[in-house]
């Protein structure tokens, strides 16, 4: 049976990790779930939207079970001992990271933070033990298969896991695994960071402090999000996306050009990405016109620069307002599953129109 960790932003507090550093920004639940931990299961989804650290947390948590130095707990490396610097020069022999669609694969390869990433390299990498340590950890960062085979490849490792072999898988679409894979996980789930936490990493990049705040109170708890938010071609989706809406939502049917769903040169797992930028957006804007519609020109708004715009938008009742966000919501859904995303959008935009 599954078992899924809530990740509530607020929930808890973050231990305190007294055997060396773990080095991530939020991840609240997730940091107190591991930390009481006194070993370590064989397989891990780590589930939530694109830029909450879910694989930045899978390498802390690889590094603390490959240092060499003593501890007390999983969580915590030392940074100094042979193993942690061979993984700070992402040379360690006992851990893999691929964030490719797995293939079927006619060779094998090296498959160490390989961008293509085969079943047979899978099945290869999962029969091994540790080379210089007790584990073996493979981390496959956002996650896709190719066909059915593929995951059936992952599926021989859980019906007789070799000790000492981990795997981490992180998604932002967990229910595009197949039940029987996602079935057999420990899944944990990250929530959107906090404002702070995004512009306190921004800052570490290198980025104004004002500069930085800005993009993170806009980036919906999603590091990824704040970075492209930076860059002028995403600010152009940003805006792009709530002209969507606001044509969506007056009845018109927008122009999804920007999506760039017709593009051929992106897979089904970039395309669904780009559409759930756009409804994090989407449900950013309908929670603003619901807020602003019944509580007045005062109310606090969390996409504060698009108040014009969503207050040139026809009246709609509590009730529709209320319809209105669960239909994003249940697009959501769709869009994380295997619907297609130009379907998903088809979905959003009869719930955005007026009725």
Not at 147 to 156: F, G, I, P
Not at 192 to 200: E, F, K, M, R, Y
Not at 277 to 300: M, P, Q, S
Not at 309 to 336: D, H, Q
């Amino acid at each position: 049976m599954r078992r899924r960790l809530a990740g509530g932003r607020c929930a808890v507090r973050a231990p305190n990790v007294s055997d060396g550093v773990f080095g991530v920004v939020g991840a609240r639940a997730p940091l107190a779930f591991f930390s009481r931990l006194e070993r370590i299961g064989h397989a891990y989804l780590f589930s939530g939207p694109a830029g909450v650290g879910k694989k930045t947390f899978a390498r802390r948590l690889a590094q603390s079970l490959l240092c060499e130095a003593p501890k007390t707990a999983l969580l915590g490396y030392c940074e100094r001992c042979p193993s942690c610097r061979l993984f700070a020069a992402r040379t360690h022999p006992d851990f893999v990271e691929s964030e490719a669609t797995i293939k079927i694969g006619k060779e094998g390869g090296s498959a160490q933070h390989d961008a293509e990433f085969s079943a047979r390299d899978l099945v290869r990498e999962l029969s091994l033990h540790g080379y210089r340590s007790r584990y073996r950890i493979v981390l496959l960062g956002d996650v896709a298969f190719a066909t059915h085979e593929a995951a059936n490849a992952l599926l021989k490792f859980f019906e007789e896991p070799p000790g000492g072999v981990v795997v981490f898988l992180t998604s932002d679409a967990p229910g595009s695994l197949l039940p029987t894979i996602r079935s057999r996980l420990v899944e944990v789930a990250f929530s959107p960071l906090s404002a702070a936490d995004v512009a306190s990493v921004l800052v570490a990049d290198g980025i104004a402090g004002d500069k930085a705040r800005l993009a993170a109170e806009v980036a919906l708890g999603s590091i990824t999000r704040a970075r492209s938010i930076l860059d002028d071609d995403a600010s152009g989706f940003r805006e792009a996306a709530f002209a969507w809406f606001a044509h969506a939502a007056s009845g018109e049917r927008p122009d999804g050009g920007f999506l760039r769903l017709d593009d051929r040169s992106l897979n089904g797992a970039q395309k669904r990405a780009v559409v759930l930028d756009l409804i994090e957006i989407v449900r950013t804007a309908a929670r603003d016109w619901a807020a602003l519609t019944l509580g007045g020109e005062r109310t606090t708004l969390l996409a504060a620069d698009q108040r014009e715009r969503f207050a040139r938008l026809p009246a709609r009742n509590p009730s529709a307002l209320v319809a209105l966000l669960a239909g994003a919501a249940e697009s959501e859904r769709l869009a994380r599953t295997n619907v297609s995303a130009g379907l998903v959008v088809d979905h959003l935009r009869m719930q955005l129109a007026p009725r």
